[in-house]
């Protein structure tokens, strides 16, 4: 019996502990990775420093022991753990390897339920488009899947912020309604919580720009008369009076005023780059339709 328990390699009768493959398997390769010490080139002709060559292992072998672990060990979970380390690693140097292994993982959480830690993911996945990769489409649409999946776990707050980072996105790439309806729909949640409402004004100051940015000011003023009713403190802030104004000067075709008006504001609220971009937008529509009737 001895005799032929030697002759078996370790894997054959020895069953690896929880995530030992996958970190033996990473190890050794950073291990590895560590004796490169020149610049190499790789078959896409993408030039790699040693640090970006040693993540790229790393991530590769992590991938391979998450494989172990779904056909050879019958162990999904750690799987997707694992896979959660590739996108760590991959995130160094091959974003879009990170994004495809963080995907995987992050439908295995969902399948299993745990939606909390899918939205965590997701998070990560989105930043990955919006920042490293520079994909504004599918960020926004990886913010809002997060959101949704935060908000069906109860986790108000937490659902609320990446909402609010999907309106941004929206609002920069033009679909001004889309951004209106999340700046509204946080706004509406806010109002009666104690921790949130003090930032109600200034979603809908953003909610407001975005509408005076779809050239429809009957809306425009539609949503602040609403606005007023969902948050009576509204009427009497300065974020509610810059918009009133805005829209004032914008009916009058009055660049100048329009411009005025910001300066006054800006003294006193800082406008931040979104504002700034979009106000910027609006004041140039006004000079076109300026043009327009000239």
């Excluded at 050794?28 to 610049?39: C, D, F, K, P, Y």
């Excluded at 009713?229 to 914008?250: G, N, P, W």
């Excluded at 005025?260 to 971009?277: A, G, V």
Aim: contains cysteine; charged residues 30%; hydrophobic residues 40%.
């Amino acid at each position: 019996m001895l005799g032929i328990r030697r002759s078996l390699t370790p894997m054959t009768y020895i069953r690896p502990t929880k995530r030992s493959a996958a970190h033996l398997v990473a190890s050794a390769s950073l291990v590895e990775g560590q004796r490169s010490t020149r610049m190499q080139l790789i078959s896409t002709h993408k030039l790699r420093t040693p640090s970006e060559c040693r993540s790229r292992e790393a991530g590769l072998a992590f991938e391979k022991a998450a494989s172990i672990q779904t056909q050879n060990l019958n162990e999904p979970d750690d799987a997707a753990n694992t896979l959660t380390e590739a996108f760590k690693v991959y995130r160094k140097s091959d974003p879009e390897d990170a994004a495809r292994v963080l995907s995987s993982a992050i439908q295995h959480y969902v399948l299993k339920g745990n939606l909390r830690r899918a939205a965590t993911q997701q998070q990560h996945l989105a930043e990955v488009y919006e920042v490293e990769l520079g994909d504004t489409k599918k960020a926004l649409e990886a913010y809002e899947k997060a959101a949704e999946w935060f908000d069906g776990d109860n986790a108000e707050a937490l659902a609320n912020k990446h909402y609010l980072k999907a309106a941004d996105l929206a609002a920069l790439e033009g679909d001004y309604y889309k951004a209106i309806e999340h700046y509204e729909r946080i706004g509406r949640s806010s109002i009666n919580n104690n921790l949130m409402k003090w930032s109600v004004k200034d979603y809908f100051l953003k909610a407001g720009i975005c509408h005076l940015a779809t050239n429809d000011l009957v809306a425009a003023n539609r949503a602040l008369e609403n606005y007023r009713d969902i948050d009576t403190t509204f009427a009497s802030t300065r974020e509610h009076q810059l918009l009133v104004d805005l829209v004032q000067t914008i009916e009058a075709g009055d660049q100048e005023a329009f411009a005025d008006k910001l300066f006054q504001f800006d003294q006193l609220s800082k406008l931040d780059k979104w504002k700034t971009t979009l106000l910027l937008r609006i004041k140039n529509s006004i000079e076109e339709q300026g043009e327009d009737f000239s």
